[in-house]
T-cell receptor, first 111, second 115 residues
């Protein structure tokens, strides 16, 4: 079955620094979604990427979808304490209703 | 709109007990799903439904049953609880499960402890 892998599992960041989390799939995806889960909360949708090579930005967050549609990345610049949480990528294989989640990257921020 | 609601928020069961986790959405979404979240393993799909009367298995369906008699409700039944089912359970809904792949809206979760 499809596997979606995320690295790193944990990211400890100094406030103001940049970091990137990566998502890789064993199969080609029709699209990829990113979610953020605050401690004790539920996942909240951030963005969806559909096209090969697509890049989208949300303020300090930059999302990329690989050319082969098998990998994605989330880059956060100038990390703030509000960025604390776990970031999940999730992908749909082509012609499949089952959304597969990565294990997530848990981000902590040192002030 | 209340969005996606789940009850109960917390539950403690003894091994062998059965229970139903409730999930309801008021957005008229066709697609609903159940996930479990365990440390270091992300969210794993248990069962999903693409519309009333239609359900299918996800990645980890064993020990769980679902039904979808209405568009709004998608209950998850634990038939005979086991300690391995200790987890946080999330219900989610979206407008379509097909191409177009809209965003999923998650409920607040049910924290289940099986002793």
């Amino acid at each position: 079955g499809q596997q979606v892998m995320q690295i790193p599992q944990y990211q400890h960041v100094q406030e103001g620094e940049d970091f990137t989390t990566y998502c890789n799939s064993s199969t080609t995806l029709s699209n990829i979604q990113w979610y953020k889960q605050r401690p004790g909360g539920h996942p909240v949708f951030l963005i969806q990427l559909v096209k090969s090579g697509e890049v989208k930005k949300q303020k300090r967050l930059t999302f990329q979808f690989g050319e082969a549609k098998k990998n994605s990345s989330l880059h956060i610049t100038a990390t703030q304490t509000t960025d604390v949480g776990t970031y999940f990528c999730a992908g749909y294989p082509a012609n499949d209703y089952k959304l597969s989640f990565g294990a997530g990257t848990t981000v902590t921020v040192r002030a | 709109n209340a969005g996606v609601t789940q009850t109960p928020k917390f539950q403690v069961l003894k091994t062998g007990q059965s229970m139903t986790l409730q999930c309801a959405q008021d957005m008229n979404h066709e697609y609903m799903s159940w996930y479990r979240q365990d440390p270091g393993m992300g969210l794993r799909l248990i069962h999903y439904s693409v519309g009333a009367g239609i359900t299918d298995q996800g990645e980890v369906p064993n020990g769980y049953n679902v039904s979808r008699s209405t568009t709004e409700d998608f209950p998850l039944r634990l038939l005979s609880a086991a300690p391995s089912q200790t987890s946080v359970y999330f219900c989610a809904s979206q407008n379509s499960g097909g191409p177009g792949r809209e965003t999923q809206y998650f409920g607040p979760g049910t924290r289940l402890l099986v002793l």
